[in-house]
């Protein structure tokens, strides 16, 4: 249903009212989305926590049985009539602490081939200085678009229009 435009201030403020009222429902309805919510994670909370305390309880086993469940190591899974279990190994990972210091010192004892740097396109400068830019294809330089917003009174959510969209926003509190 396309609502009226209003003709007056009296159907204005009643059109106000009406948006007031809805966004009103649809926050009553996200409160209680939220209590359902919170029940609902936490039964699944206690299933991961109950199938993380199974899955442990089955690698045991597996570990105490992995050549019969392997065959003598002949095969990495197993087939078991509700499931297929089995052995990875993960790949060789690297992790960097304190990415600063290991770039300083791979720099000092002259292993910059182990750095690499990533370039990109500084999008302040291009905002800075956008009548240099404005010719290269590939980069598109947006004006601030004027938003008009309608928050009623007392509520926490607010309808922003941006030219052609539409979308609910939660207001941010300060």
């Known amino acids: 249903m396309i609502p009226k435009v209003p003709k007056n201030y009296e159907e204005f403020d009643r059109l106000l009212e009406a948006v007031g009222k809805n966004i009103a429902v649809v926050e009553e309805l996200n409160r209680e989305l939220d209590r359902i919510g919170l029940g609902i994670r936490k039964r699944i909370k206690n299933l991961k926590e109950k199938i993380i305390s199974e899955a442990e309880n089955v690698l045991v086993f597996s570990e105490i049985y992995r050549q019969e469940l392997t065959e003598k190591g002949k095969h990495k899974t197993s087939k078991r009539p509700s499931s ?24 000092k004892i002259g292993l910059s081939d182990f750095i690499i740097t990533k370039e990109q396109p500084d999008k302040r400068m291009i905002l800075k200085n956008p009548e240099v ?3 290269l294809k590939g980069v598109k330089i947006s004006k601030g678009a004027e938003m008009f917003f309608v928050r009623p009174r007392g509520a926490s959510t607010e309808i922003i229009i941006v ?12």
């Open 84 to 107: 297929e279990l089995g052995w990875r190994k993960t790949p060789p990972a690297v992790q960097i602490k304190n990415l600063n210091y290991v770039v300083e010192q791979l720099k």
């Open 133 to 135: 830019i404005e010719k």
């Open 163 to 174: 030219k052609g969209t539409t979308k609910f926003q939660a207001i941010r509190k300060k």
